[in-house]
């Protein structure tokens, strides 16, 4: 059972970045496949980002690609999402997703590849 919770987002300006983090519960983080999503109003929830748990390998949505990173100290239990260069177009909540922690490395990029959840946190970027 891994329990995650996301902080980090809040409102910021055209071009700003944030950080967000996602903390998770649990003696086996390290093996868990994590990923970011994101759900505009009225929009279907998307993949952000995705790591794995062994080799650290990134995927990245091409609406993100250069601008977001991806990262995780398993020491810590968090994952990290590094977000510059945001647009009004990111505003979203954003979520942290792990998968059942049994499967070797892979980048998940769809939400049911992914087993727990985190609560969302929100994130609004102004023009």
């Known amino acids: 059972q891994v329990q995650l919770v996301e902080s980090g987002g809040g409102l910021v300006q055209a071009g700003g970045s944030l950080r967000l983090s996602c903390a998770a519960s649990?003696?086996?983080?390290?093996?868990?496949?994590m990923g970011w999503f994101r759900q505009a109003p009225g929009k279907e929830r998307e993949v952000v980002a995705a790591?794995?748990?062994?080799?650290?390998?990134?995927y990245y949505a091409d609406s993100v690609k250069g601008r977001f990173t991806i990262s995780r100290d398993n020491a810590k239990n968090t994952v990290y999402l590094q977000m510059n260069s945001l647009k009004p177009e990111d505003t979203a909540v954003y979520s942290c997703?792990?998968?059942?922690?049994?499967?070797?490395?892979?980048?998940?990029?769809?939400?049911?590849?992914?087993?727990?959840w985190g609560q969302g946190t929100q994130v609004t970027v102004s023009s």
């Open positions: 997703a792990a998968d059942s922690g049994r499967n070797g490395a892979r980048l998940y990029t769809r939400d049911s590849s992914y087993v727990y």
């Open positions: 649990g003696r086996t983080f390290s093996r868990y496949n």
């Open positions: 790591v794995t748990w062994s080799d650290l390998s990134t």
